[in-house]
Antibody, heavy 117, light 112 residues
Framework: QVQLQESGPRLVKPSGTLSLTCTVS????????WTWIRQPPGKGLEWVGY?????????NYSPSLKSRVTISIDTSRNQVSLTLTAVTAADTAVYYC?????????WGQGILVTVSS | EIVMTQSPLSLPVTPGEPASISCRSS???????????LDWYLHKPGQSPQLLIS???NRASGVPDRFSGSGSGTDFTLKISRVEADDVGVYYC?????????FGGGTKVEIK
């Protein structure tokens, strides 16, 4: 059974960098897509982006975040990372990682990250 | 960007009765391979979203057969044949045909 666990700082200062890690257990990371999705408080789900763990590790990002977001993968540690720079209060959200590009069957439990001074 | 529109916004339901949620896309989600790139998720309070339906009509593993997905192109429907109390939460459709992947605004299902 694949399990995902998000971790990282839960409080980030405005203009700072949000860095989250998704640790994967119980399954192979090879040749799989890994997706990040977020949900601001009281709002709906928002796709952040994904990475394909194959070849060069191609990525796709939300256009609204593209200039600030990076998704990377470390298969030796079974981890997928999300980095979001120059954060504002609008980036306050529960961040989820999920396995796949579509038909997302496996999700982490989510981590609430608050952007505040 | 493909815009996803769900209706209704809120859906009060009676246990044992059927329920239906509509999802419309601004562009066709029908791929040349014949699949519709449309997923349905249920987000229960305090939990992670769970996959119900993929590719428009394929029920995910472990999902009760009370849930069914239908539609093609730009119009899709999620149906619950007999609602149970455990079905409450927010239902989202998501298109996966084209980047950026986009979600509908959600439909909140609650028990009357």
């Amino acid at each position: 059974q694949v399990q995902l666990q998000e971790s990282g700082p839960r409080l980030v200062k405005p203009s700072g960098t949000l860095s989250l890690t998704c640790t994967v257990s119980g399954g192979s990371m090879r040749s799989a897509y890994w997706t990040w999705i977020r949900q601001p408080p009281g709002k709906g789900l928002e796709w952040v982006g994904y990475i394909l763990n194959s070849g060069g590790g191609s990525t796709n990002y939300s256009p609204s975040l593209k200039s600030r977001v990076t998704i990377s993968i470390d298969t030796s540690r079974n981890q997928v990372s999300l980095t979001l720079t120059a954060v504002t209060a609008a980036d306050t959200a529960v961040y989820y990682c999920a396995r796949g590009r579509d038909g997302l069957l496996y999700w982490g439990q989510g981590i609430l990250v608050t952007v505040s001074s | 960007e493909i815009v996803m529109t769900q209706s209704p916004l809120s859906l009060p339901v009676t246990p044992g009765e059927p329920a239906s949620i509509s999802c419309r896309s601004s562009q066709s989600l029908l791929h040349s391979n014949g699949d519709n790139y449309l997923d349905w998720y249920l987000h229960k309070p305090g939990q992670s979203p769970q996959l119900l339906i993929s590719l428009g009509s394929n029920r995910a593993s472990g999902v009760p057969d009370r849930f069914s997905g239908s539609g093609s192109g730009t119009d899709f429907t999620l149906k619950i044949s007999r609602v149970e109390a455990d079905d409450v939460g927010v239902y989202y459709c998501m298109q996966t045909l084209q980047v950026p992947l986009t979600f509908g605004g959600g439909t909140k299902v609650e028990i009357k």
